[in-house]
């Protein structure tokens, strides 16, 4: 049974840093692209960033970029989200995700397995 884990979510003010991770059972992690979405109360899941199989290749939404990093442990099956500089509008629920195919997409319906999610608020 695949299970997707996330933690690290939580409280911070405007400026500060969190850092999230995403513990993947029931599969070779590895052999998957693993991305970050998030969703915000009322908005549709949104694209967050994406680091390819081998942690090559990454991919941030212009939102995040500059501000957070994924990073990956194929060794401990495990992926990673740093976010900096968090701003309000960064407050939403965080999933980590996992992708079969051979190329990163920022595209939620590309991916195969889903965490339940865990809550970054970030008061101003």
């Known amino acids: 049974q695949v299970q997707l884990v996330e933690s690290g979510g939580g409280l911070v003010q405007a400026g500060g840093s969190l850092r999230l991770s995403c513990a993947a059972s029931?599969?070779?992690?590895?052999?998957?692209?693993m991305g970050w979405f998030r969703q915000a109360p009322g908005k549709g899941r949104e694209f967050v960033a994406v680091?390819?199989?081998?942690?090559?290749?990454?991919s941030y939404s212009d939102s995040v970029k500059g501000r957070f990093t994924i990073s990956r442990d194929n060794a401990k099956n495990a992926v990673y989200l740093q976010m900096n500089s968090l701003k309000p509008e960064d407050t939403a629920v965080y999933y980590c995700?996992?992708?079969?195919?051979?190329?990163?997409?920022?595209?939620?319906?590309?991916?195969?397995?889903w965490g339940q999610g865990t809550q970054v608020t970030v008061s101003s």
């Open positions: 680091i390819s199989r081998s942690g090559g290749s990454t």
């Open positions: 995700a996992a992708e079969s195919s051979a190329f990163i997409s920022r595209m939620y319906k590309e991916y195969d397995y």
């Open positions: 029931g599969l070779t992690s590895s052999r998957y692209a």
